[in-house]
Nanobody, 123 residues
């Protein structure tokens, strides 16, 4: 079965950086757009960033634009989220997703999901 496995989360101080990875298996990654979502306690899951199958098109939520960068290495079946200038409000579980439209911010539009990795930003 298709698997998406996130890694790289952890505890970081405000202003710091983290790089998340999402490794896929049993998925022809070049057939899919990929995205990162996040969900904070008591809040709905929200779109963070999306990337086209080729990597040429990227999309970001306003809250992370200029601070986060999504990228992919299709040869390694892996998607990354480089996060910088982290803020306490970035604290959430971060999920990787595979789907068809990289700019689609609706979580229900994405087909495959990982189990998430916790990111905690202390003030």
């Amino acid at each position: 079965q298709v698997q998406l496995v996130e890694s790289g989360g952890g505890l970081v101080q405000a202003g710091g950086s983290l790089r998340l990875s999402c490794e896929t298996s049993r998925l022809t990654i070049t057939n899919y757009a990929m995205a990162w979502f996040r969900q904070a306690p008591g809040k709905e899951r929200e779109f963070v960033a999306g990337i086209s199958w080729s990597g040429r098109l990227t999309y970001y939520s306003d809250s992370v634009k200029g601070r986060f960068a999504i990228s992919r290495d299709n040869a390694r079946n892996t998607v990354y989220l480089q996060m910088g200038s982290l803020k306490p409000e970035d604290t959430a579980v971060y999920y990787c997703a595979a789907g068809s439209v990289p700019s689609n911010t609706a979580s229900e539009a994405w087909t495959y999901w990982g189990r998430g990795t916790q990111v905690t930003v202390s003030s």
